[in-house]
C-alpha cells in the first residue's frame, strides 16, 4: 500500500479519484493554524466516504517517516504506471499537439516531483521514465510536486532509447536539453508534436539518448554557473512550449527560417 503525506498531496489524491484511498490518517493534536486548510481535506473524506482514522502525531510521523506530513497522511492502494502506449494512444489536447517529457535519469525524488508539478501546470500530455536510473514514485515524489503526481500520466518503459525511436516513427520530435546544443530553447517551434527529453543530475543526457533526439536547444546562462538545476531548466522550456501553444508569439527566429527537411525524424 502506498502513503502519501502532506495537506496538498492528500488533498490532490482525494480529488483526482484515480486510485483507491484506504483510509486517512490526522494528527490527534491539531495546530489551529492547519485546521482550516485539514477541515478542506476532511470535507473531502466525508463526501467520497474515505474512512478516518484519528493518531498521535508520533505515530503520522512513523508512518510517513518524516514530521513534515502537516498532520494527515493518507493509505492508498498501490499505483500501477502506465506504458508507452498507453500515452501515445490518448487523445489529443486542446492544442492540437502532443507534448511530452521523457526523463533520462533523474534519480532525485525533489526534482522529479518538481518537474511533476511544473509539467502539470504546463499542461504536457504525458511523463516517460525508465525502469531503471529513475526515482520511483514515492510519497518524496507526491509531496515535491504538491499533489500534481496524482493527476500526470506516468509511463514507465525498458529502455528510454528505444521509446524515444517509438515516437520517433509517431512523427513526435525528439527534443533534448543539453548546455552545449543549438539553437536556444526560445528559438525552437514548439507547436507541433515533440518530445522534451531531461538528463540526470550531473551527468545530463546518456550519449546514446543524445545522440537519439533530432535537436539538442540549449538555455543560454549569464553568470558564472554552466546551467539550471534539472528542474529548473524543465519547467523553463516547458513554459515556453506552453506560451508558444497558447498563440502568445512565434519564435522571431523559427518564423524567419524557412521550414527544414525533417532529418531524423522516424528513424
Not at 88 to 108: C, K, M, Q, T, Y
Request: aromatic share 4%; with cysteine.
Amino acid at each position: 500500500m502506498d502513503i502519501l503525506y502532506g495537506l496538498h498531496p492528500v488533498e490532490e489524491a482525494l480529488r483526482a479519484g484515480s486510485r483507491q484511498v484506504d483510509h486517512v490518517s490526522v494528527a490527534r493534536e491539531r495546530e489551529s493554524r492547519r485546521d482550516v486548510r485539514l477541515e478542506a481535506v476532511l470535507d473531502i473524506c466525508r463526501a467520497t466516504g474515505v474512512r478516518v482514522v484519528t493518531e498521535p502525531r508520533e505515530q503520522l510521523t512513523k508512518h510517513a517517516r518524516t514530521d513534515s506530513h502537516q498532520g494527515v497522511v493518507a493509505f492508498l492502494r498501490e499505483r500501477k504506471l502506465l506504458a508507452l502506449e498507453d500515452l501515445l494512444n490518448a487523445p489529443v489536447g486542446p492544442s492540437g499537439h502532443r507534448f511530452f517529457l521523457a526523463l533520462d535519469g533523474v534519480e532525485d525524488p525533489h526534482n522529479f516531483g518538481a518537474l511533476l508539478r511544473s509539467g502539470d501546470g504546463a499542461g504536457i500530455d504525458g511523463v516517460i521514465v525508465p525502469e531503471r536510473r529513475s526515482a520511483p514514485v514515492s510519497a518524496t515524489v507526491a509531496k515535491s510536486s504538491a499533489g500534481a503526481s496524482e493527476h500526470v500520466r506516468i509511463a514507465r518503459v525498458t529502455n528510454i532509447t528505444r521509446s524515444l525511436e517509438a515516437m520517433k516513427k509517431q512523427n513526435i520530435w525528439i527534443v533534448g536539453l543539453d548546455e552545449r546544443g543549438t539553437p536556444d530553447y526560445t528559438e525552437f517551434d514548439f507547436r507541433q508534436d515533440c518530445c522534451l527529453v531531461l538528463g540526470g543530475e550531473g551527468a545530463g543526457l546518456h550519449d546514446l539518448v543524445k545522440r537519439t533526439c533530432d535537436h539538442l536547444l540549449r538555455i543560454p546562462m549569464a553568470g558564472s554557473v554552466s546551467s539550471l538545476n534539472v528542474s529548473v531548466a524543465g519547467a523553463v522550456v516547458m513554459y515556453e512550449a506552453m506560451r508558444q501553444r497558447r498563440g502568445d508569439a512565434v519564435p522571431a527566429t523559427a518564423a524567419s527560417k524557412p521550414e527544414r527537411p525533417r532529418k531524423g525524424l522516424g528513424s
